[in-house]
């Protein structure tokens, strides 16, 4: 199979559709895998990795939508790409089509076919949800410990509190929301912050 990787366009994205690692297992399987030049600058990958894992690169969007038969991205497309897209793609990304009924729309007219990472089950779990709520759940501690400081408009709390001093200062309560990857992760990110 022809397998393309391009660069996300989606503001404020900057991961890859597949690392190095994982293009060079499709490679040793037999796939020839295509991917846009700088597309894992932003995640710490550089083009020169990819070759060495047996990829081609490509110049640009363009040039990978057209060589390949399965794209895999991070997130939706956007415009421009969905003019690149094809009745004999096959896309493998989050879609999240419940949310964006616009998108769901485009790509039936376009009749791809589409599997959506987030609906991806192994024996009743979803291996590929997973890692992006144990993310999600992370850093809710870090944006919500930002937001505690008082120039972002909160009280100036540390969540730890300060040992430091004595009597000790209180830290800011801790209350989870979630359960299963997001709500446990952050958990326990919370109790490696020592906080109530």
């Not at 894992?53 to 991070?74: F, M, Q, R």
């Not at 008082?150 to 540390?158: D, E, T, V, W």
């Amino acid at each position: 199979m022809r397998i393309g990787i391009p660069s996300e366009i989606k503001p404020m994205e900057g991961r890859v559709g597949l690392i190095p690692e994982a293009c060079s297992m499709l490679v040793q399987a037999g796939h020839e895998v295509f991917v846009q030049k700088g597309a894992g600058n932003k995640s710490g990958y550089a083009d020169a990795q990819f070759v060495q894992a047996g990829v081609s690169l490509l110049p640009d969007a363009t040039a990978v939508y057209e060589k390949a038969e399965l794209i895999v991205k991070v997130k939706e497309p956007v415009d421009p790409e969905i003019e690149f897209l094809r009745k004999d793609h096959i896309l493998f990304s989050y879609l999240h089509l419940a949310a964006a009924t616009d998108l769901m729309t485009r790509l039936l007219d376009i009749g791809l076919t589409g599997v959506a990472f987030e609906t991806v089950e192994d024996h009743g779990r979803l291996p590929l949800l997973a890692p992006m709520s144990d993310i999600a759940g992370r850093l809710s501690v870090q944006v919500g410990t930002h937001l505690l400081h008082q120039p972002q408009g909160g009280k100036g709390l540390l969540l730890g509190g300060a040992t430091c001093c004595r009597p000790w200062p209180r830290g800011g309560d801790w209350w989870r929301c979630g359960r299963w990857q997001r709500g446990t992760h952050g958990g326990g990110l919370r109790g490696s912050c020592h906080c109530v």
